[in-house]
Each structure stands twice: as structure tokens, then as C-alpha cells.
């Protein structure tokens, strides 16, 4: 356990070293976090014009939880990056193994979506007149980490695919979070959908915690909420799963054949 946390601590040192390199804190508030704010702030004025002040309100919150699962989808790039620079095999041969590695490659996008979701979550209500309903909105911090920690792991499963196929990172990275944006409830109830459409986004990240959310604020009963809770982590543990799986099978191949060296 002890390897496995100085990896944990060594990646986020990394990953915000790497951040800084990209960033100041200037340009990362006044150009991304603002952004994201625009987005966020764009999809629920779409909703309150053409519907209500609850359809509004409805689009607003899932807009500003999906924020947690776009930034900790980035993850996708930090990896398909470290066969780009050659690091690739150097992260396959760590000592202390190399799936605790890859997934801590990119933890440093679930600290700024977290960043980025509460942000959001304090400033736009108020800010475009739907206020939310406090004390009861800040039981749903812990369920926005919950869906951070899930989402990572989705991204690390789907970065396995960008590894393989090489060049394709930023179309896995916007399919990964806009199929969640567009089929996870995040504007529209995943209700519309068809019943094999709805049954498949129960496998996506947020879908589940996004609906324990809005429970939490509409006062629904715990055991209600907390099964839905349970239902987003199950999700995420699969996730996981996958990556963990996927990871292996490219380590064990690259092993053999040397395809994890960089190939242009």
C-alpha cells in the first residue's frame, strides 16, 4: 500500500508540474475555469428558453455535474501523451507495477474538475437566478466526488483504445464525455430515449449520480438516494475493471511483440 500511495503522490506532483508548464493560475481561471462556466451557463439558458424555470434548473445542475466528468475524462490525453514522448515502456517496467502508474497518470484533472464542478456549483445558481436549495445542496458535494472518481476510471478505460489506435485521443476524449452529455440525463431524462438506449447509459458514469443529486435536492427519501449512490459507485468499480483489463492486455502485447515504443 505504502508504493502505491508514494505513486499516487508522485503523479499529482507530476500532473501539476505538467499543469503549470500549460497554465498559470491566471490563464487556467480568466480562460478554462471561465469557460466552462460559459458552457455550463449556455445549456441552461437554452433550457429556461424554451421551457421553465424548473427545466432551467434541471439543465443547470446537469450541466455543471458533467463538468467533473469532462475534465477527469483529460486523462485520456495525459496517457495516449506518454507514447508520444517515448515514456511509454518506462511506465510498463515500474517496479511497483505498472497499473497503479497508469492510473495516476492523469489524477491531476479529477483535482480541477472537482474545482471546476464546485465553482460552479457555488457561483452560477445564485448568478442566473436558480438559487438552490442549501443546506440540502451541500450533501451533493460528496456525491460530485463520487462522480469524479468514477469518471477517471471510465477515461483510463477508454485511453487503453487511444494507446492502440495512436492519434485518435482527442476524437476517444470527446466522444468519452459527450455520449454522457448527450444520452446521461444531463439535459434531457434519459427517459426519451429508446428502451435499449436507456438500458445501455446505465453503464455511463454521472447517470446514476447525477439522479442522486437531484434526489438530494428534491428531498427524496435516503434509502432512495443512497441506492442510487451505490448504483454510481458499482458503475465506476466496473469502469475500472475495464481499465485495469485493458491495461494489462496492452502491457502483456507491447511486452511481446515491442509495440509500446513511440511509432510516429
Known amino acids: ?95 511497483s507495477g505498472h497499473l497503479p502508474v497508469y492510473l495516476g497518470r492523469g489524477l491531476q484533472w479529477t483535482a480541477t474538475g472537482l474545482t471546476s464542478s464546485l465553482v460552479a456549483w457555488f457561483v452560477l445558481p445564485p448568478l442566473l437566478g436558480v438559487p438552490l436549495p442549501w443546506p440540502r445542496a451541500a450533501y451533493a458535494i460528496p456525491v460530485i466526488v463520487l462522480i469524479i472518481v468514477g469518471s477517471y476510471g471510465y477515461g483510463c478505460a477508454l485511453a487503453g483504445l487511444a494507446l492502440r489506435l495512436r492519434g485518435v485521443e482527442w476524437l476517444v476524449l470527446n466522444f468519452a464525455y459527450g455520449i454522457v452529455m448527450t444520452f446521461g440525463g444531463v439535459n434531457v431524462p434519459i427517459g426519451v430515449w429508446p428502451d435499449p438506449l436507456r438500458i445501455a447509459v446505465h453503464a455511463l458514469p454521472v447517470v446514476h449520480g447525477l439522479e442522486a443529486i437531484r434526489a438530494i435536492l428534491d428531498g427524496a427519501p435516503l434509502g432512495h438516494i443512497m441506492g442510487l449512490i451505490g448504483l454510481e459507485a458499482l458503475v465506476g468499480a466496473g469502469w475500472y475493471a475495464v481499465a485495469a483489463l485493458s491495461m494489462e492486455r496492452l502491457v502483456s502485447v507491447g511486452r511481446r511483440d515491442g509495440s509500446l515504443d513511440y511509432a510516429g
Open 1 to 95: 500500500m505504502r508504493p502505491v500511495l508514494r505513486i499516487v503522490r508522485e503523479s499529482l506532483v507530476l500532473g501539476f508540474a505538467e499543469l503549470g508548464a500549460v497554465y498559470t493560475w491566471r490563464t487556467w481561471t480568466f480562460g478554462w475555469l471561465v469557460r466552462l462556466l460559459c458552457q455550463a451557463t449556455f445549456y441552461a439558458l437554452l433550457g429556461g428558453h424554451v421551457g421553465d424555470e424548473r427545466t432551467m434548473r434541471y439543465v443547470l445542475v446537469g450541466n455543471i455535474v458533467v463538468l467533473a466528468c469532462m475534465e477527469s475524462t483529460i486523462v485520456v490525453i495525459s496517457l495516449a501523451g506518454e507514447r508520444a514522448m517515448g515514456t511509454l515502456p518506462l511506465l510498463a517496467i515500474a517496479p
